[in-house]
Nanobody, 126 residues
Framework: VQLVESGGGLVQPGGSLRLSCVYS????????LGWFRQAPGKEREGVAS???????NYADSVRGRFTLSKDSAKSTLSLEMNSLRPEDTAMYYC?????????????????????WGQGTQVTVSS
């Protein structure tokens, strides 16, 4: 599976950004898709995941501010990010794993079996 992210940039605290990911290749309908992020010097963090059986789930750090959506007809995964904070600054990656996932942590745990894009940088700063 190939994934290409876009939409990152520089935004002030409290602002919004919308990330997009176009995916292609062979996948099953019950595979997991989602986003993870990594800031310099920090570990990867699962941000949001979507699965046909378990729906959409979010990390506690972004719940209520970020919204994940999937358009299967356009093979696109989107992440709407509102009320952005400086601590949201990171490289954001769109990912697929050929497994089920209930939470973004499970998406992260399955990355060895999946694939992700080149990432898009999000910087939140005044």
């Amino acid at each position: 599976v190939q994934l290409v992210e876009s939409g990152g940039g520089l935004v002030q605290p409290g602002g919004s950004l919308r990330l997009s990911c176009v995916y292609s290749g062979s996948m099953d309908s019950d595979d997991c898709l989602g986003w993870f992020r990594q800031a310099p010097g920090k570990e990867r963090e699962g941000v949001a995941s979507i699965h046909s059986n378990y729906g959409t789930n979010y990390a506690d750090s972004v719940r209520g501010r970020f919204t994940l959506s999937k358009d299967s007809a356009k093979s696109t995964l989107s992440l709407e990010m509102n009320s952005l904070r400086p601590e949201d600054t990171a490289m954001y990656y769109c990912a697929h794993i050929p497994l089920s996932c209930y939470t973004p942590k499970e998406l992260l745990a399955g990355l060895d079996f999946g694939s992700w894009g080149q990432g898009t940088q999000v910087t939140v700063s005044s």
